[in-house]
């Protein structure tokens, strides 16, 4: 069965360096999310992806935060200057529409120390 | 926006018994309803959903819930618990009438099932 996937699982990072994570979402899929959540908290929207450009984004999801398509199969979120408040899980997902299913990746666990 | 609440942050039910975890939602439009598991370092997995249609949904692993538009509630629920179900379980939902792929998630509410 096709999956999301995610890589890294872990990352550490500086606080003010750049992180990049990166997802494979199912290949037929059109639609790619980007979720966090906070250790002990709920998950949270940050982003929706489709035709090469964001469709919405939370409040979250500030100038420090940027998403792309780079190739085919890729989708990445950056975040350019890492705050403390930034360690979290986060979650790829993707769906064949805007209003279907997301199917969600493993995760990746973000440490700004 | 919409919104969903789980009131129950915790939820203990002894193996075979029968399981429920409490969803209530807020939307404008028409509800899109979700379910999903968490297990430990793992990802969200998807259970069910309700779009339109019988207002009893069944979905993964034996569990169903039940679509109540007078309640606004989509509570998740299991006939016979099974120890391997001890998860986190989130309820979200999508609001029909923006269009929006902004899905909502609650709290979550941690089941615990005891042999």
């Known amino acids: 069965e096709p999956e999301v996937t995610q890589t890294p699982s872990h990352q550490v990072t500086q606080m003010g360096q750049e992180v990049i994570l990166r997802c494979v979402p199912i290949?037929?899929?059109?639609?790619f999310y980007w979720y966090r959540q906070i250790l002990g908290q709920k998950v949270e929207f940050l982003v929706s992806?489709?035709?090469?450009?964001?469709?919405?984004k939370s409040e979250i999801f500030d100038d420090q935060f940027s998403v792309e398509r780079p190739d085919g199969s890729n989708f990445t979120l950056k975040i350019r200057s890492t705050k403390l408040e930034d360690s979290a899980m986060y979650f790829c997902?993707?769906?064949?529409?805007?209003?279907?299913?997301?199917?969600f990746g493993p995760g990746t666990r973000l440490l700004v120390l | 926006a919409q919104s969903v609440a789980q009131p129950e942050d915790q939820v203990n039910v002894a193996e075979g018994n029968p399981l429920t975890v409490k969803c209530t939602y807020s939307?404008?439009?028409?509800?899109?309803l979700f379910w999903y598991v968490q297990y430990p370092n793992r990802g969200l997995q998807f259970l069910l959903k309700?779009?339109?249609?019988?207002?009893l949904v069944k979905g993964s692993y034996g569990f169903e819930a039940e679509f109540n538009k007078s309640q606004t509630s989509f509570h998740l629920k299991k006939p016979s618990a099974l120890v391997s179900d001890s998860a986190l379980y989130f309820c979200?939902?999508?609001?029909?009438?923006?269009?929006?792929?902004?899905?909502?998630f609650g709290a979550g509410t941690r089941l615990t099932v005891k042999p």
């Open positions: 997902a993707s769906s064949t529409s805007g209003l279907s299913t997301q199917y």
């Open positions: 290949s037929n899929h059109l639609y």
């Open positions: 992806f489709y035709n090469n450009e964001i469709s919405e």
């Open positions: 939307v404008s439009g028409n509800p899109y």
């Open positions: 309700y779009i339109t249609g019988d207002n």
């Open positions: 979200a939902v999508r609001d029909d009438l923006y269009n929006n792929n902004d899905m909502r």
